[in-house]
């Protein structure tokens, strides 16, 4: 379409404007295709010109109104401007007083186009270069603003830079003090942590020594209380020689008189372990002790009824040696004592009657001398029950 447009509407608006090219009266889009306005070899002509260049203008002719319209009320259109407009036309157009020849009312019409052509055009230029004017007016502003807004956020931005970069130097100062601080602090408590650790080392290196010394004088003490056992022993067994003797001579004084009889006097025999019988009621646990190992060097069983007793005795050692020595010496008498000794408050001794029981039997049924009580106490169940049935074969053989 060769009819110039508005080019100051908002690409945002809804409706497209057209101008007429003859009047410069504005025109809707929609005029085109309601008959408000029209096409006239590719211009857009509104609707009073378009009456006017048909020759509704003539001596007693009437504008054609629009369908559904008063004819002095048309969208887009000032009466006043189009009878200016009329008039101007009319100037350069006359109205022919007869009609001579289509021709030349044609050549009248193309040369009114022209003038009307070469008025809108030169009209439409100074517009257009006003509004260029204006436009660039504009933008010089607009990049004037621009610049100073640029200047104004960088000045601001070099401002928040400058902070930015004073407070990562504050905390990283700050960090580096505090790692400082804590490695410092970490240095110390290894010091500290040294230092309690060799006085850790130095003490317990003064307490071996001390338990070494203790032991070494706790074994010269037994070494003397065992000489003084022997040679209170020795003692006993001369004291008790004689107090037998003694007795026996007494008894047979007193059963047979020497002068009435001539008969030689018996030599008087000491029973048997007398010395060894006598220590076992020691108040001494070291002299007990050794009374049950001289019991148990023996070798006979016949010790056997008076070291049962023994398994009851109030030193943990003691009892220990008295199991072992029953184990030793294979003794079917000491079956059933030893299993009571299974027992006993301490797993030292428990261990000991159990090493017993397996010489004199073969058997250990599992028992565990450092087992809890109620398995200790299924384990000495069953021994009792073997040996309740077994009891007999054994006392058989021997």
């Known amino acids: 379409m060769s009819g110039h447009t508005n080019s100051g509407v908002d690409e945002g608006q809804a409706m497209k404007i057209h101008f007429c090219d003859l009047c410069n009266e504005s025109v809707p889009e929609g005029d085109l295709s309601t008959g408000k306005a029209f096409l006239r ?27 559904g319209e008063h004819p002095a009320q048309h969208a887009g259109h000032h009466p006043a401007r189009h009878a200016a407009t009329s008039r101007s036309v009319a100037a350069h157009v006359p109205a022919p007083a007869r009609r001579s020849g289509g021709g030349t009312w044609v050549g009248l019409v193309a040369l009114a186009f022209a003038v009307l052509a070469a008025w809108f055009f030169s009209d439409e230029l100074s517009r257009v270069q006003g509004d260029q004017e204006a436009l660039s007016a504009d933008l010089g502003r607009g990049l004037t603003r621009l610049e100073t ?46 230092s ?24 010269r003490r037994l070494d003397d209380l065992m000489a003084q056992a022997m040679k209170s022993r020795k003692e006993f067994e001369g004291l008790s020689t004689r107090l037998e003797q003694t007795e026996t001579l007494v008894a047979a004084g007193a059963m047979v008189a ?31 002790w050794n009374a049950v190992q001289a019991l148990g060097e023996t070798g006979d069983p016949d010790v056997v009824p008076h070291l049962i007793p ?3 005795d109030p030193d943990v050692f003691v009892r220990m040696a008295v199991a072992r020595v ?27 009657a159990m090493a017993g029981l397996h010489l004199i039997t073969g058997r250990d049924f599992d028992f565990d001398p450092s087992a809890k009580p109620a398995d200790r106490e299924r384990k000495v169940k069953a021994w009792r029950q073997w040996w309740n049935k077994a009891r007999d074969e054994y006392f058989g053989n021997a």
Not at 196 to 219: F, K
Not at 327 to 339: F, K, N, S, W, Y
């Open 196 to 219: 309690r650790m060799e006085a850790i080392e130095s003490g317990v290196a003064q307490l071996s020594e001390s338990l070494r010394e203790s032991e070494e004088g706790a074994g």
């Open 258 to 288: 020497p002068a009435a009889r001539n008969v030689a006097a018996e030599p008087v025999r000491p029973p048997r372990f007398a010395a060894e019988l006598a220590d076992l009621v020691s108040t001494n646990a070291g002299t007990r």
């Open 41 to 67: 070899a590719g211009r857009v002509v509104c609707v009073t010109c378009d009456a006017l260049m048909s020759g509704a203008n003539e001596p007693g002719g009437a504008i054609p109104p629009v369908a």
């Open 149 to 194: 807004d640029v200047d104004e956020f960088s000045q601001r931005a070099r401002g928040r830079s400058a902070a930015l970069e004073m407070r990562l130097q504050e905390d990283l100062n700050s960090t580096e003090s505090a790692i400082e601080a804590a490695v410092a602090s970490l240095r110390e408590d290894f010091r500290t942590a040294s």
């Open 326 to 352: 029953f184990g030793d010496l294979g003794a079917p008498e000491a079956v059933e004592p030893l299993i009571g000794a299974l027992e006993d408050e301490e797993p030292v001794v428990r261990e000991a």
């Open 310 to 312: 023994i398994l009851k």
